[in-house]
T-cell receptor, first 113, second 115 residues
Framework: GNSVTQMEGPVTLSEEAFLTINCTYT??????LFWYVQYPGEGLQLLLK?????DKGSNKGFEATYRKETTSFHLEKGSVQVSDSAVYFC????????????FGGGTRLMVKP | KAGVTQTPRYLIKTRGQQVTLSCSPI?????VSWYQQTPGQGLQFLFE???????NKGNFPGRFSGRQFSNSRSEMNVSTLELGDSALYLC??????????????FGNGTRLTVT
């Protein structure tokens, strides 16, 4: 079956540091890939997505590139802010399975001023 | 435009009871999905409804059920509650199904505690 593995947290960074959160996946076919963010006490918000190999998703300074050869979708940001502190989830959807998403375990990011 | 609304926000139930959670999707959205979030198992897909029909179901026992109404509002029901059902239940809506360009919008969830 499908699965998503992402680095365990917490990841603690100082403001303006570079962020990488690793995500790898196992899937049959050609899934779509997503990064979601969850702030305390809230639901998930879509951060960015990529629907085919070599696509780069980007939003709010975050980027991730769909790498089929390494089955990866690593999240990066050049300069994090305290407001980026949240839990980040990598997810995939099998294009034949409706809106069923398979999520990674989540990575908590803490950014210190 | 109002977001996805889940009620109630918090719920405390006793083992063996049943519970019904409600989700109102964004206006115009026809797909509603439900997810369970726990510290141990993470985020797991429960089921998806599209135009009042269950489209997909995750690997959960039959105690977990759901339905969708003609106005796209959805309810999920858990019968014979167990301690392990304590979780944050998230509802997500989207305009259509199976289209990555129609992203899921999540509600803030219902926190269920079973004692």
């Amino acid at each position: 079956g499908n699965s998503v593995t992402q680095m365990e947290g917490p990841v603690t960074l100082s403001e303006e540091a570079f962020l990488t959160i690793n995500c790898t996946y196992t899937a049959t076919g050609y899934p779509s890939l997503f990064w979601y963010v969850q702030y305390p006490g809230e639901g998930l918000q879509l951060l960015l997505k990529a629907t085919k190999a070599d696509d780069k998703g980007s939003n709010k300074g975050f980027e991730a590139t769909y790498r089929k050869e390494t089955t990866s979708f690593h999240l990066e940001k050049g300069s994090v802010q305290v407001s980026d502190s949240a839990v980040y989830f990598c997810a995939l959807s099998d294009n034949n399975a409706g809106n069923m998403l398979t999520f990674g375990g989540g990575t908590r990011l803490m950014v210190k001023p | 435009k109002a977001g996805v609304t889940q009620t109630p926000r918090y719920l405390i139930k006793t083992r063996g009871q049943q519970v019904t959670l409600s989700c109102s999707p964004i206006s115009g959205h026809r797909s509603v999905s439900w997810y369970q979030q726990t510290p141990g198992q993470g985020l797991q897909f429960l089921f998806e409804y599209f135009s009042e029909t269950q489209r997909n179901k995750g690997n959960f026992p039959g105690r977990f059920s759901g339905r969708q109404f003609s106005n796209s509002r959805s309810e999920m029901n858990v019968s014979t509650l167990e301690l392990g059902d304590s979780a944050l239940y998230l509802c997500a809506s989207s305009q259509t199904t199976g289209n990555a360009n129609s992203p899921l919008h999540f509600g803030n969830g219902t926190r269920l505690t079973v004692t």
